[in-house]
């Protein structure tokens, strides 16, 4: 583009290597296609080349996320639908060295992370992944959502008792000491 600077280049390459990774599988999360989210985060960063570097440079990753939801968001309302992920996709993880059977079980420890995860609102999914897959403060989440300070709270709060209680239920994680629940 014109104006631009080996510094911008520069700049840009940098984002790209540090949030394509994790805008893809937000991207993703929200589409339900790896498709359709390799190009809602081109379009990411195709608007940052093209905003001003001084707006967003000190706010880099919550005017990325932020801008990546939104689109993504626009491609589901133009489309009228959400799919989600298959579950073998959700599953997938790379093993490691470790044995066939460990392997397995945590093949199902994931399984059932990801079913739990699809139970809840969709609202309490998206401030748990954006807090917990790409470590944002409870600001920087209602900067991204549009909700409050206190509602991303809330909702992690929800989001991780209802996770906890269902993975007690099933076994998942062990009750607390005492507690005949």
């Not at 917990?132 to 989440?141: A, D, E, L, R, T």
Request: charged letters at 30%; aromatic letters at 6%; glycine letters at 8%.
């Amino acid at each position: 583009m014109p104006g631009e600077t080996d510094s911008d280049v520069g700049w840009l390459r940098s984002a790209m290597g540090r949030y394509e990774g994790p805008l893809l599988r937000y991207a993703g999360r929200i589409l339900g296609d790896v498709e359709r989210a390799r190009d809602v985060v081109q379009e990411t960063f195709l608007r940052l080349l093209k905003s001003d570097r001084r707006r967003s440079e000190d706010h880099l990753a919550e005017w990325l996320f932020t801008v990546c939801r939104n689109r993504a968001l626009d491609v589901c309302r133009k489309e009228r639908r959400m799919r989600p992920l298959s579950e073998f996709a959700e599953q997938s993880t790379p093993s490691g060295e470790e044995s066939p059977p460990a392997v397995a079980e945590q093949h199902e420890a994931v399984g059932q992370v990801a079913r739990a995860m699809r139970a809840l609102p969709a609202n309490q999914q998206e401030v748990l992944r954006l807090k917990f897959q790409n470590g944002f403060s409870y600001k920087q989440i209602a900067g991204i959502t549009g909700l409050s300070v206190s509602n991303v709270g809330f909702l992690i709060h929800t989001g991780i008792q209802r996770l906890r209680k269902r993975f007690r239920a099933t076994g998942l994680i062990a009750q607390p000491e005492g507690d005949a629940r």
